[in-house]
């Protein structure tokens, strides 16, 4: 067996040093969940029926397609599988027939596989997040993500914890951008999910007349290929994109000890939200509430989350203020998403809680190199994105007056080229590589075994500072 490029206790310094996306490569090589291909999973579920977003291709320029926007079908992956390789007839497709592959996506988006497969629990040991230092965590704790090429999540960024995404099968382009350019992302908490804030901005097509600032964002864009591991920290913003005809990734939330204050910001938020939503007025004849919601809740219920969340974060600080802070992979609460109320969204049962990587008392150097490889920003568009001498890493940070750099694809086992004159930012310990890419590259294996509210200036755009709006 080739041996692992990092042990699980060095990837554990490593997400506690990382202040930016990174990519593992090399780690996952002998991971069973690899075979989750949709074929795969078809035979695994059976006649096992799964909701599917549909969003059409052409939709209107430069404005989001958000979630409440879109046409839901519930269908078995075997049909999904007919409808991609191009099959019309209903008695292959099922409810795909009404939507043509040339005009709609499908996206079978945010399906929490303890509940998905909770008839075959022993494929949760397929995920082996245990060896990125999180003894326990597998499956169970997961998330399962199913596409076709174009199936998009909106710009947006999550509340709670960091992300750690696996491409299972075919690509996907992740275009993401600092907590530091919030402001420039245009946030709002309409359509609104629970932990989930979403930007305005079409950030393929961005309408910069109505939202100028965009124009001050950085885009850190990488295309993920099978085997690979995204890092995502907290409450960088992202959108992500299948360029695939079909594409499979499986992504587990890691809790942070700082997610008992997001919560009670979470709470006030819904309650917030809903008295004003739930008003009757003029104002409020939009789908305001996102499909991903189990429903609406009354004011009272919404008071009782808001204590509870502030009492579980009272309780917490005076917790921790005895025993010191909690290391990485301690046991603490369920792994997956949680709601204001810190009660999990799927059904898993073991659990870890990390300390926010950017919070990092004992920073470390990064190990860059062929098997991490830093996702950067470069503010030329089309341009390469290279590895960076250490002597530039205490310069200057350049303007933020720049175009949005385009996909930049992390090829497996295959060191960057080296260009001069490209700089990444915010990254801890040392500056990164990567290769560039399209849609149109071919897809590189694992080796065998192995998501207006006017224009804020881009001046206060602090690093750390993060203010959002509700749109009414």
Partial sequence: MTPKPFSPEEIQRILGSLQSPAVFLNVTCDWPVLLWTVDHLSRCLGGKAVRFRMGRRQHEKKTPLFETQCSYVEARLEEFQSWTEGQTGAEDVGCFSNYPLSLYWAYADYKYIALLLQEKPSMFEDVVWSQFGFPGRNGRDSTLWIGTEGANTPCHLDSYGYNLVLQV???????????????????????????????????????????????????????????????????????????????????????????????????????????????????????????????????????????????????????????????????????????????????????????????????????????????????????????QNPKDQDRPSPSRDCDIIRSSSVTQNTPPRPVSGSRAQHQHGGEGMSSSGSASDPLVLPQPGCRDGGSPPPGDRDQGKESWVCDK
């Fill in 169 to 387: 099968q075919g690509r996907k382009r992740w275009h993401l951008f600092p907590p530091a350019d919030t402001s420039c992302l245009y946030p709002s908490r309409i359509p609104y999910e629970e932990s989930s804030v979403f930007s305005q901005v079409d950030v393929l097509q961005p309408d910069l007349q109505r939202f100028p600032a965009f124009r001050h964002a950085r885009a850190y864009t990488v295309t993920l290929q099978p085997g690979q591991v995204l890092f995502v920290p907290r409450h960088w913003w992202h959108y992500v994109e299948s360029v695939d005809p079909i594409t499979v990734s499986v992504n587990s939330w890691i809790e942070l000890e700082v997610d008992d204050e997001a919560r009670v910001g979470e709470a006030l938020t819904k309650a917030i939200v809903c008295a004003l939503k739930t008003t009757p007025s003029n104002d409020n004849d939009d789908d305001w509430l996102n499909p991903t919601e189990e429903g609406l809740v009354g004011h009272d219920e919404n008071m009782q989350y808001l204590n509870l969340a502030v009492g579980a974060c009272m309780e917490k600080r005076g917790t921790t203020s005895h025993r010191g802070q909690q290391t990485q992979g301690t046991p603490a609460c369920p792994g997956a998403k949680r709601d204001s109320r810190g009660k999990a969204k799927n059904t898993s049962s073991s659990s870890h809680q990390a300390e926010d990587p950017s919070s990092s008392s004992t920073p470390s150097t990064v190990p860059f190199g062929p098997h991490l490889i830093p996702v950067t920003w470069n503010q030329i568009t089309n341009q390469e994105t290279t590895e």
